[in-house]
């Protein structure tokens, strides 16, 4: 795969983030949700999308569905094609966020260095980067299974499956922790939206 880093490419500066941000009267993030597959990610991300545009603010949300069939849809689903998907998403997230969007991404991503790295570009570019870890117990993932991914793997079909034969490495810092097993799919976005209100990006009482 081509490395731009190795190639006489040169970063153009446009519109400073702040300031778009300023005259469009909106203010860009991430927020990152993580977890087991089925631990509820993308019903959460996607609820919290629909309740974001309600209130008025411009969010988008990037999972498997509308990244894998377009943007990666190259890539399979090897360690190295795995890091390669969580550093595109990383990068787009990014872009999402300097235009004043609120991005929201639902993916596994189980390694701990690429969420560090999809952190760390936001950072480096000012931005807002909040981890959500959907703190799904196994066990219960495995019992609702809608796509009978942990049955394959369990049966051998599948391997490198993440929870069965290749590792999920739990966020050590989350800046939210959800559990579904015990909470509503609403009770889990209205704990996102008290995250973003609370670091500025929305206000609270917007609709």
């Given at each position: 795969?081509?490395?731009?880093?190795?190639?006489?490419?040169?970063?153009?500066?446009?519109?400073?983030?702040?300031?778009?941000?300023?005259?469009?009267?909106?203010?860009?993030?991430?927020?990152?949700?993580?977890?087991?597959?089925?631990?509820?990610?993308?019903?959460?991300?996607?609820?919290?999308?629909?309740?974001?545009?309600?209130?008025?603010?411009?969010?988008?949300?990037?999972?498997?569905?509308?990244?894998?069939?377009?943007?990666?849809?190259?890539?399979?689903?090897?360690?190295?094609d795995?890091d390669?998907?969580?550093?595109?998403?990383?990068?787009?997230?990014?872009?999402?966020?300097?235009?004043?969007?609120?991005a929201?991404?639902?993916?596994?991503?189980?390694?701990?260095?690429?969420?560090?790295?999809?952190?760390?570009?936001?950072?480096?570019?000012?931005?807002?980067f909040?981890?959500?870890?959907?703190?799904?117990?196994?066990?219960?993932?495995?019992?609702?299974?809608?796509?009978?991914?942990?049955?394959?793997?369990?049966?051998?079909?599948?391997?490198?499956?993440?929870?069965?034969?290749?590792?999920?490495?739990?966020?050590?810092?989350?800046?939210?922790?959800?559990?579904?097993?015990?909470?509503?799919?609403?009770?889990?976005?209205?704990?996102?939206?008290?995250?973003?209100?609370?670091?500025?990006?929305?206000?609270?009482?917007?609709?």
């Open positions: 795969m081509a490395d731009s880093s190795n190639t006489n490419v040169v970063w153009h500066s446009g519109l400073p983030h702040e300031e778009r941000w300023r005259l469009l009267g909106c203010r860009g993030g991430t927020v990152w949700f993580t977890g087991l597959s089925a631990a509820g990610k993308s019903t959460i991300a996607s609820a919290l999308e629909r309740e974001l545009v309600r209130r008025g603010v411009h969010a988008f949300r990037l999972d498997g569905d509308n990244v894998r069939h377009g943007l990666n849809r190259n890539l399979g689903f090897s360690r190295e795995r390669e998907n969580i550093r595109r998403i990383g990068e787009v997230a990014r872009l999402f966020a300097e235009s004043g969007c609120v929201i991404t639902a993916f596994i991503s189980p390694y701990r260095a690429d969420r560090r790295r999809a952190r760390r570009i936001h950072e480096q570019a000012g931005l807002e909040f981890e959500v870890f959907v703190n799904t117990p196994l066990e219960v993932c495995e019992r609702r299974d809608p796509k009978g991914m942990y049955r394959r793997a369990r049966a051998g079909e599948i391997t490198d499956f993440t929870g069965v034969d290749d590792p999920y490495e739990p966020p050590e810092e989350p800046k939210l922790m959800l559990n579904t097993a015990e909470l509503t799919v609403e009770q889990c976005v209205e704990r996102c939206i008290d995250m973003l209100a609370e670091a500025g990006m929305i206000r609270r009482g917007e609709v």
